[in-house]
């Protein structure tokens, strides 16, 4: 009767040890699926703001392209102007001499 008792209170003393080990081990299967779950949550975050940065990076690159063609649009515009600032000023400086040559053929007459 003494042994049936030992026995009777071996297995309880092993069933509780085996319940508090299932219950241990769902809260770690609980934990670890909201650890899955967030490090899921953290990947998709970093995909956003990967796909942000290359947005972000080619709107970059785009308006750098589009400044520089405007720079350069502007600095043949600007030698366009010189060149004819120049013609204008050629033509005033041979209008110019060829008034100042026909005033000395005049005089001298």
Do not use: C, P
Not at 15 to 22: E, P
Not at 37 to 52: K, P
């Amino acid at each position: 009767d003494a042994a049936a008792a030992a026995a009777a209170a071996r297995e309880a003393r092993l069933w509780n040890a085996h319940v508090a080990l299932v219950e241990k081990r769902d809260e770690e299967a609980k934990q670890l699926a909201e650890l899955v779950d967030e490090r899921d949550a953290y990947e998709a975050a970093n995909r956003a703001l990967a796909t942000r940065v290359a947005r972000l990076d080619k709107e970059a690159a785009e308006r750098e392209a589009r400044e520089q063609e405007i720079a350069d649009e502007l600095a043949a515009a600007r030698r366009q102007q010189r060149g004819a600032k120049h013609a204008v000023l050629a033509f005033v400086v041979a209008a110019a001499s060829a008034a100042v040559g026909s005033m000395t053929i005049f005089a001298r007459r």
